[in-house]
């Protein structure tokens, strides 16, 4: 069971483009419709789990999938299947990247234009979808000015505990009156799974030593990502100063261009980190990103439409969620922007491919052959 699980999720990975939205589609047509490994309902259920809880939202419910397919373990199986192609690929990008020298940097930097519309485009979904009134609308302008004026890890995270806090104590959504009366239900939590959960989140903020602080950036910015992946570059750069803007657009750009989840970015910048040991630095800067997570959605998964239902809590997470478009906002401002459009082609040709992206909606690999042009035309007639 445990080979078929990967099996399924392995090809899904190899061919998975798109971005999250996308590979939810591919999972409900291979494993509600196809498969039948769960009900149409059951997975609503996951994805809504998996939008309200930080970490990366397609991987999760790929994970919860397999768990409910085969426990723990069928979690694991189904992780290792679907990141696998997107961790090879991204790893040998890191590796190998210096020895293709001008043309692979030349491809990027016309990646980095395609980052640019894509989000944009991230940006203004999620504004809609989460900015559904004035105070949601307020809190995401207040993340991006504070996030632009103070872009740092310690402002991001001061910006998700007061956004929290005013959707507990501040009524942001319109719930059913009945809805209220779940306060007082008992909750199936896996506690001993939120306790490890945040034990190692406490555990990443000490200082154990230059290597471990090094990479315990990874498992905070898996802790705090609320979003999906493109939120993950302005918490990873937050917690990475060390490296430069360069590498992180980079790797944002590559992980643009393969299949599978975007927090593979994790894997590339792992092995920049370690340069002895490029390989060894991937593995674990990927593991971490990706552990609280799934640790998240086994601690909630069984009492998920329970804990929906509580007010404060629904609350707290639509001002999360406001907040996140601030993050995006900001991300899209600088670096994204500030580091991929250097002239006045470089604005026209984003604002048609945006135009292009939202009027016509064509396949998102369509986009990413016309950047990879753009880049290798500006490596021979510069723009």
Request: glycine letters at 6%.
């Amino acid at each position: 069971m445990l080979f078929v699980i990967f099996k399924q999720f392995f090809l899904l990975g190899c061919m998975s483009f798109g971005g999250p939205a996308a590979h939810l589609g591919y999972f409900k047509r291979h494993f509600v419709d196809n498969l039948q490994w769960l009900n149409a309902q059951r997975y609503a259920q996951l994805i809504s789990l998996s939008q309200a809880l930080p970490g990366p939202g397609s991987s999760q419910v790929g994970f919860a999938i397999g768990v409910e397919r085969a426990g723990v373990l069928g979690g694991v199986a189904a992780f290792i299947g679907f990141t696998l192609p997107s961790f090879l690929i991204m790893a040998l990008l890191a590796i190998s990247a210096h020895q293709f020298d001008a043309i692979y940097f030349a491809i990027i930097a016309g990646l980095k234009l395609f980052a640019v519309v894509i989000v944009a485009d991230a940006t203004l979904s999620m504004a809609k979808s989460f900015c559904t009134s004035w105070a949601l609308k307020a809190i995401a302008v207040l993340s991006t000015s504070v996030l632009i004026l103070v872009p740092n890890l310690s402002s991001q995270i001061l910006v998700l505990v007061i956004a929290a806090v005013i959707g507990a104590f501040y009524p942001l959504l319109k719930l059913a009156p009945d809805e209220s009366s779940s306060e007082s239900r008992s909750l199936a939590i896996n506690w001993p799974t939120l306790i490890l959960f945040a034990l190692l989140l406490l555990v990443s903020f000490v200082p154990l030593g230059s290597q471990f602080s090094a990479f315990a950036p990874f498992y905070q910015a898996g802790a705090m990502v609320f979003g999906g992946g493109h939120v993950v570059l302005p918490v990873l750069q937050a917690g990475l100063p060390s490296l430069p803007t360069e590498q992180f657009l980079s790797a944002y750009a590559s992980a643009q261009a393969v299949p599978g989840p975007m927090f593979t970015i994790a894997t590339y910048l792992g092995a920049e980190l370690n340069n002895n040991q490029p390989l060894m630095g991937a593995v674990v800067a990927t593991l971490l990103i990706f552990t609280p997570g799934f640790l998240l959605m086994l601690a909630f998964q069984k009492s998920w439409l329970q804990l929906a239902q509580r007010p404060r809590f629904a609350s707290s997470i639509a001002a999360l969620n406001a907040a996140v478009v601030g993050f995006l906002a900001a991300a899209l401002y600088s670096p994204i922007w500030t580091s991929a459009v250097h002239s006045i082609w470089h604005i026209v040709i984003v604002a048609a491919a945006f135009t292009w992206l939202r009027l016509a909606k064509p396949p998102i690999w369509w986009l990413l052959i016309a950047f990879i042009t753009v880049g290798l035309l500006q490596y021979y007639l510069p723009l």
